[in-house]
């Protein structure tokens, strides 16, 4: 069984930044794409970014660019998103996601990460953007 275990989330000040990491276990992480989403209670899931497991390129929604950046080192099992210049609407749940399919889709000249097709997910962790 794949489980994936985030950790890295806190209490930051604006401006500040946080790596987030996302430890997969039960299953080589070379076989799978990992993406990352953030949720709001009460809002929808926003994508953020994956990396692919073949060739680890990368694709980043329209909320992800710019201030995101993910990374992977499949020897580790993990993989990392780095948040710069945080902002006090990035606050909200960061969850990892795994699954053996890209599940990325471009429309318009943005991507869109299609979360209901990822298999396996963390339990999340929270990034709090406050002064």
């Known amino acids: 069984q794949v489980q994936l275990v985030e950790s890295g989330g806190g209490l930051v000040q604006p401006g500040g930044s946080l790596r987030l990491s996302c430890v997969v276990s039960g299953a080589s992480l070379a076989y799978y794409t990992v993406a990352w989403f953030r949720q709001v209670p009460g809002k929808e899931r926003e994508g953020i970014s994956s990396?692919?497991?073949?060739?680890?390129?990368?694709y980043y929604t329209d909320v992800g660019k710019g201030r995101f950046t993910i990374s992977r080192d499949d020897a580790r099992n993990t993989v990392w998103l780095q948040i710069d210049n945080l902002k006090p609407e990035d606050t909200a749940v960061y969850y990892c996601?795994?699954?053996?399919?890209?599940?990325?889709?471009?429309?318009?000249?943005?991507?869109?990460?299609?979360?209901?097709?990822?298999?396996?997910w963390g339990q999340g962790t929270q990034v709090t953007v406050s002064s």
């Open positions: 996601a795994a699954d053996l399919h890209l599940n990325v889709i471009q429309r318009n000249g943005s991507y869109y990460i299609l979360a209901e097709e990822y298999d396996y």
């Open positions: 990396i692919r497991s073949s060739d680890f390129s990368t």
